[in-house]
């Protein structure tokens, strides 16, 4: 059985820190990209991070680039999205999936429950 299961989140004041964490089970993690995602409401989710399958290579959205960074742990079966000097317009629920290259579709159909961010004075 596939999981993916998300944690991290909190309320934090702009320009604070957070670490978000992905833990996998059920698949094949180190042959997987993972991206992170996150939807704030009233709005589409938007791709934040995408990570190769041995971290080689990452890509940021415009909006998080030099503030967040995005690592992974194969031995763990988790991937890590740190985020720092929040801005308000973080807020919103995180998520993680796994991309599937040769299907151009992600390894989970539905999504999960995802980690709230609330950045907020």
């Known amino acids: 059985q596939v999981q993916l299961v998300e944690s991290g989140g909190a309320l934090v004041q702009p320009g604070g820190s957070l670490r978000l964490s992905c833990v996998a089970s059920?698949?094949?993690?180190?042959?997987?990209?993972m991206r992170w995602y996150r939807q704030a409401p009233g709005k589409e989710r938007e791709l934040v991070a995408v990570?190769?399958?041995?971290?080689?290579?990452?890509n940021l959205a415009d909006s998080v680039k030099g503030r967040f960074t995005c690592s992974r742990d194969n031995a763990g079966n988790t991937v890590y999205l740190q985020m720092n000097n929040l801005k308000p317009e973080d807020t919103a629920v995180y998520y993680c999936?796994?991309?599937?290259?040769?299907?151009?579709?992600?390894?989970?159909?539905?999504w999960g429950q995802g980690t709230q961010v609330t950045v907020s004075s």
């Open positions: 059920g698949f094949n993690f180190k042959n997987y990209v």
């Open positions: 990570i190769s399958d041995v971290g080689a290579t990452i």
């Open positions: 999936n796994a991309w599937k290259n040769f299907y151009g579709s992600h390894l989970l159909n539905s």
